[in-house]
């Protein structure tokens, strides 16, 4: 069952998209771990590992399993997500 979003998460996946510039692969990596494990849609236990070939895949889900191991729940990777974004913004820029 996917988490809820607060609305402050909602506005900052929004706002992900408008930077100016785009963020580095460590930012979008922690970008997407951040958002997978803010919004359990799928859960991680309800995912496929990814093929051995799928390297950004692999990287992704990569990701996502270091939050998971570290027991980071829902609520405390949306308020990381919305830090992030919001170091990114001042970072690269917004156009919003």
């Known amino acids: 069952m996917p ?9 900052a996946v929004e706002d992900s998209r408008k930077l100016k510039a785009k963020p580095s692969d460590t930012e979008l ?5 951040l958002f997978k494990q803010g919004t359990q849609d799928p859960p991680f236990a309800d995912t496929k ?10 990287a992704k889900r990569s990701a996502w399993q270091k939050l998971v191991d570290e027991k980071v729940t829902a609520q405390d990777a949306q308020k990381r997500y ?4 919001n170091g990114l913004k001042e970072k690269h820029g917004f156009t919003g």
């Open 82 to 85: 919305i830090k992030l974004v």
């Open 3 to 11: 988490a809820a979003q607060s609305a402050e998460f909602k506005k």
């Open 29 to 33: 990596l922690e970008l997407y771990g």
């Open 49 to 58: 590992a990814p093929g051995m070939f799928e390297l950004k895949e692999k």
